[in-house]
């Protein structure tokens, strides 16, 4: 048997610390790269366009995930009344509660770019809808994208319970 001189430990050893890195279990992945579908799921503080409201994020029961308004901190117009769902393009919803919004709909996990996508979001403050992509920045935001005719705009939602 023939021993390694001084000059060949050093590319050995390389060699085997790559190895080790490139085929490491997933738990060494960081927690970004370990989502579950359900991971999503909870409330949301969000401020937008000079509001702010929380939503619920949840489950259907297709696997699909949707988002509905809980409440907006002016939710009462001039008059004192709950302000409802004016601007929305389905004039059968335009007497929905402004507190009761369903603001996105369809949104499927997507394991391959560990992010929610293929949905929809609709913006009630400009009265429009959009293509929908979620994903959880480092600091456990979740960033939400809205993408329509390829403009995008993202806005960030601070989960605050699951």
């Given at each position: 048997m ?18 080790v ?9 960081s927690a ?34 949707s ?22 393009p389905?004039?059968?919803l ?6 009761r ?14 992010r ?17 992509m ?10 939400v994208?809205?993408?329509i ?5 993202s ?8």
């Amino acid at each position: 048997m023939r021993l390694l001189t001084s000059n060949q430990i050093f590319p050995v050893a390389f060699f085997l610390s790559a190895a080790v890195l490139l085929f490491a279990p997933s738990s060494f992945l960081s927690a970004q790269d370990s989502r579950h579908p359900d991971d999503i799921t909870g409330v949301y503080y969000v401020a937008h366009e000079g509001e702010e409201s929380r939503v619920s994020i949840f489950r259907e029961a297709d696997g699909t995930f949707s988002a509905q308004v809980l409440w907006i901190r002016d939710s009462l117009d001039r008059n004192g009344k709950l302000r409802l769902d004016e601007k929305n393009p389905d004039r059968s919803l335009r007497n929905t509660p402004c507190n009761r919004i369903l603001i996105m709909k369809g949104l499927k996990f997507n394991s391959a770019k560990m992010r929610w996508d293929d949905g929809k979001i609709y913006d009630p403050t400009r009265g429009i809808r959009a293509n929908v992509m979620c994903e959880f920045e480092p600091d456990c935001r979740l960033r939400v994208r809205g993408s329509i005719l390829g403009i995008s705009q993202s806005v960030y939602w601070d989960k605050i319970s699951d």
